[in-house]
């Protein structure tokens, strides 16, 4: 069974800290890993990884992906009231259909405090 | 605003009634997802079409819930006989296939309680 692993399930950090956010998987035929934000509604999404030991970024935002240790980084910096949210880890496979369904992780709640 | 659109936003209903959810996806997606997520817990994969095709559907929870896209642009989910357990955040999402791969882009959700 596919699984995504995320930690902490939890964080509370002041504004203008540095955080990083972890997820791990184990999948067979993997395709690519995705990182979402989600506030109150729709899970927005934020980067695509499919090979290991590029660099994404997006202002504050970065991540990383390393397939031969099956885990991925999300790092924001600088740290602002609005990067509060859960933030979803996801990996999505190969399958008869081309693609499949993403498998997510429970998430990382985080909290910036002013 | 072209992004996904789900409708009702909420649904309240007893238990044992059927309720119906309908998702827009963005205009020339070929594919279409739906997720249900509970409180903790990331969305959880149930089933997607591409086009009018349904390619998976042995996620869906169980054979009271099915989904049709009948003319390959948008969606229902239907959950029959509705119990308490299926409270709950149902959402949709949708991606294209030309250009390359491309990741889902979600909708707002239908927030389902069941009475």
């Known amino acids: 069974e596919d699984k995504v692993v995320q930690s902490p399930l939890s964080l509370v950090v002041h504004e203008g800290d540095t955080v990083t956010l972890n997820c791990s998987y184990e999948v067979t035929n993997f395709r690519s890993l995705l990182w979402y934000k989600q506030e109150k509604k729709a899970p927005t999404f934020l980067f695509m990884l499919t090979s290991s030991g590029i660099e994404k970024k997006s202002g504050r935002l970065s991540s990383i992906l390393d397939k031969k240790e099956l885990f991925s980084i999300l790092n924001i910096t600088a740290t602002q009231t609005g990067d509060s949210a859960i933030y979803l880890c996801a990996v999505e496979v190969v399958s008869g259909g081309g693609a499949d369904g993403l498998t997510f992780g429970k998430g990382t709640h985080l909290i910036i405090q002013p | 605003d072209t992004g996904v659109s789900q409708d009702p936003r909420h649904k309240i209903t007893k238990r044992g009634q059927n309720v119906t959810f309908r998702c827009d996806p963005i205009?020339?997606?070929?594919?279409l997802y739906w997720y249900r997520q509970t409180l903790g817990q990331g969305p959880e994969f149930l089933t997607y079409f591409q086009n009018e095709a349904q390619l998976e559907k042995s996620r869906l929870l169980s054979d009271r819930f099915s989904a049709e896209r009948p003319k390959g642009s948008f969606s229902t989910l239907e959950i029959q006989r509705t119990e308490q357990g299926d409270s709950a955040m149902y959402l949709c999402a949708s991606s294209p296939i030309q250009g390359g791969y491309q990741p889902q882009h979600f909708g707002d959700g239908t927030r389902l309680s069941i009475l």
């Open positions: 205009s020339e997606h070929n594919r």
